[in-house]
């Protein structure tokens, strides 16, 4: 289980990523300060921090020098939506920029792009009777690989990152289809059953009226 | 063309004009004085001629003892009489009757001197003065010399002669052109001389120009901190000073604006965190309750509970956010009422939070009158007195007093309470700023109220100063510089 820091000096905020790390499956510290999340980056070993830019002591683009970069990535939260703070934040080695406020789900998503990109994170992912591996495409159900298209692999592997969790339709177009895509929400639909078919989730990828849909946790 | 260039070639073209127009001036004046002089002795020599024949005519007359000599004998008398002497003279002379010509010593063709003739006897001066020794003269240029000539009629025997001669000047001219050839070469080695001197003299007067030029090239290319050399004529360091005023102005209102795009740019900043620290906690936890599969009692009223107090918090800041912008933008309306009723009504305002927290608040104003817009100066006291309330521990108290002296009326707050570190001091009244903001946040607070405050005292035309020591307390003082100029 991937080891995160979450460095925020408002308690409000800290407490909601908390919480979103721990549905993630994420196991989570808090610092609210940047003296001490050195002091924490320096002495313990995390594979990803969390880093609010405007800290009260030393903002966020002074802390992430002390932490190695090589073991531990970095994604900056902040209120600025400057590009020259997102080049610099990019330029001082984070992996990603996230401009606050932010939804759960995206946070997550971006969270595990990152991970996974620093080899943090399973490229297998077991779930019952089905096995994807990321990295080479596929697919197996039983033994028996299943025929995926792309979108319909990427919407399963991204249920499968995020077991438990309402994801919205608008959500699924987005991070599957891209910002730019317009296309109906119609569109997930058509897929969503069609992964239920080929991967016999009838049961498990349920539908949430007027929300999305939910994958249920295994077991 | 340069400015330079154009100097330059203007004193050359002058200076060089000069010098031609007064060489050629004084050696034409020479050469007519020179001409003059030939003349005059020229006319001279013609005038010893005739008289000199006159009397050989006469004496010849009467050693014939003849009545009239013939025109044979005049001319005769006149080869006699001119003829010894023509080796000697360097003058030459011919003898006429009308047109004809009876003799010559001139050499020269009878058409030439006959065309001479006519114009002289055409000319008012020959006519005028015929037989009374009138004369009339002429310089004509014969191929390569030049010659004077002089003519005169005389009365011979009752007839008359016309008498010529002619002497020799072509020297006078050869020399007045070799004169004015040489004045053309002097000119121009003269004129290459200044040419030189004159571009030196241009290039070091125009130096300074240069060196403020560039100078004000730099300034114009944003070097604002640039200052020219005030050297060179007072011309030049008159305009580099003017440069430098001019440059000293804009650097200075350069960096007014950039402090205030500067001011703004972090007003920005910190508005866009303090919008969206509340915003992210909202949506995050909203999305929460959304998306997730279980959410039990506690977690569920944790959760609304964050949301309504950040949303409170929100509320705050727009609130406060749109005080501060209202503020700057709003007519006051001046009204002149007694402090001590103001403050009466803060007071009260301010009652239950007082009892609250278990503070008591000491007024002690003075009897005057002030002159301020009411809603905006109560809101001023509320707020500062507000601020000392968040500061104190309960027990304590908190002083307000107003004192007039040499005509500066301050108004003090004045608590007991945690004080504000010094280096915190210059920064407090910056809007979003706060010290602690976990503690502000807990009391509610934007991190506006002093910038608020800073605003409403300044409309009226005073200033607050904030004085205070850590865990001693704080006296915030609202100064009216001169009372009465606050209208």
Not at chain 1, 145 to 172: C, G, H, M, S, W
Not at chain 2, 54 to 61: L, Q, S
Not at chain 2, 382 to 396: F, M, P, T, V, W
Not at chain 2, 419 to 431: A, F, Q, R, S, V
Request: hydrophobic share 40%.
């Amino acid at each position: 289980m991937a080891k995160i820091l979450i460095v925020e000096d408002d308690v409000n905020i800290a407490k909601m990523l908390e919480v979103t790390l721990s549905i993630g499956g994420y196991d989570s510290a808090r610092c609210d300060n940047g003296k001490k999340a050195v002091e924490l980056v320096t002495s313990q070993s995390y594979d990803l921090v969390l880093l609010d830019v405007m800290l009260p002591d030393m903002d966020g683009f002074e802390v992430i020098k002390y932490i190695n970069k090589e073991e531990t990535a970095v994604i900056f939260l902040t209120a600025l939506q400057d590009v020259m703070d997102k080049v610099k934040g990019l330029k001082l080695g984070a992996e990603d920029y996230i401009v606050k406020p932010f939804e759960t789900v995206e946070l997550l998503a971006r969270i595990e792009v990152v991970l996974r990109r620093k080899h943090k994170s399973n490229n297998t992912i077991h779930y019952g009777d089905i096995t994807m591996n990321i990295d080479e495409h596929t697919v197996k159900k039983g033994d028996d690989y299943v025929n995926l298209t792309p979108k319909e692999f990427d919407i399963l592997a991204f249920f499968l990152q995020n077991q438990d969790i309402a994801l919205t339709r608008e959500r699924l177009l987005a991070t599957v289809w891209g910002y730019e895509f317009m296309g109906e929400t119609r569109t997930v639909d058509i897929h969503v059953q069609q992964i239920r078919k080929k991967m016999g989730l009838h049961n498990k990828l349920v539908t949430i009226p007027k929300l999305g849909y939910r994958l249920e946790r295994d077991g | 063309m340069k400015l330079w260039q154009k100097i330059f070639l203007c004193s050359l073209a002058l200076v060089i004009l000069a010098i031609d127009v007064t060489s050629v001036l004084l050696l034409s004046n020479s050469h007519r004085l020179t001409v003059t002089r030939e003349t005059q002795n020229a006319v001279s020599e013609h005038k010893y001629l005739s008289v000199m024949l006159k009397d050989n005519v006469i004496y010849e007359r009467l050693k014939q003892n003849k009545v009239f000599l013939t025109e044979e004998e005049v001319i005769q008398v006149t080869q006699s009489a001119f003829e010894p002497q023509s080796s000697t003279r360097t003058i030459g002379l011919s003898l006429y009757t009308g047109q004809r010509r009876l003799l010559s010593y001139n050499g020269r063709s009878e058409e030439l001197e006959v065309s001479i003739l006519q114009n002289a006897s055409q000319s008012s001066v020959l006519n005028q003065v015929q037989g009374m020794g009138g004369y009339a003269y002429e310089i004509i240029d014969d191929g390569d010399a030049s010659y004077l000539i002089v003519i005169s009629q005389i009365i011979l025997e009752s007839q008359p002669y016309y008498l010529m001669t002619s002497s020799d000047v072509t020297e006078i001219y050869t020399l007045y052109k070799q004169q004015l050839n040489y004045i053309l070469v002097m000119s121009m080695i003269c004129a290459t001389v200044i040419a030189s001197i004159l571009l030196i003299v241009v290039w070091l007067l125009l130096l300074p120009l240069r060196r403020i030029n560039e100078g004000t090239r730099q300034i114009a290319q944003g070097n604002y901190s640039k200052r020219l050399p005030e050297k060179g004529s007072t011309e030049f360091s008159q305009l580099s000073r003017n440069m430098n005023e001019m440059a000293e102005a804009i650097e200075h209102n350069i960096k007014n604006l950039e402090s205030v795009a500067e001011d703004r740019n972090t007003f920005i900043a910190n508005l866009a965190h303090e919008m969206k620290t509340p915003l992210t906690s909202i949506l995050g936890f909203g999305d929460l309750l959304r998306i997730k599969r279980t959410v039990d009692d506690k977690e569920r009223r944790e959760y609304a509970g964050i949301i309504v107090e950040e949303t409170k918090r929100l509320k705050t800041l727009s609130g406060k956010l749109m005080e501060l912008i209202t503020v700057g933008s709003t007519q006051l309306d001046w009204q002149t009422i007694p402090l001590t009723s103001i403050m009466e009504e803060v007071g009260q305002a301010l009652k239950i939070s007082l009892s609250n927290s278990g503070i008591t608040l000491n007024i002690k104003v003075c009897q005057i009158e002030v002159s301020v817009d009411k809603e905006l100066f109560k809101s001023l006291i509320y707020n500062l007195i507000d601020n000392a309330i968040k500061a104190s521990k309960s027990g304590q108290e908190i002083e307000v007093f107003a004192q007039e002296t040499n005509g500066i009326l301050t108004i003090a707050v004045k608590d007991h309470g945690i004080g504000i570190p010094k280096e915190e001091l210059n920064k407090i009244m910056l809007p979003f700023y706060m010290i602690d903001k976990s503690r502000t946040r807990k009391a509610g607070g934007a991190g506006l109220g002093l910038a608020l405050c800073s605003e409403i005292a300044r409309l009226h035309g005073a200033r607050l100063q904030i004085e205070s020591e850590p865990r001693k307390g704080t006296c915030v003082s609202i100064i009216f510089d001169k009372k009465g100029e606050t209208e």
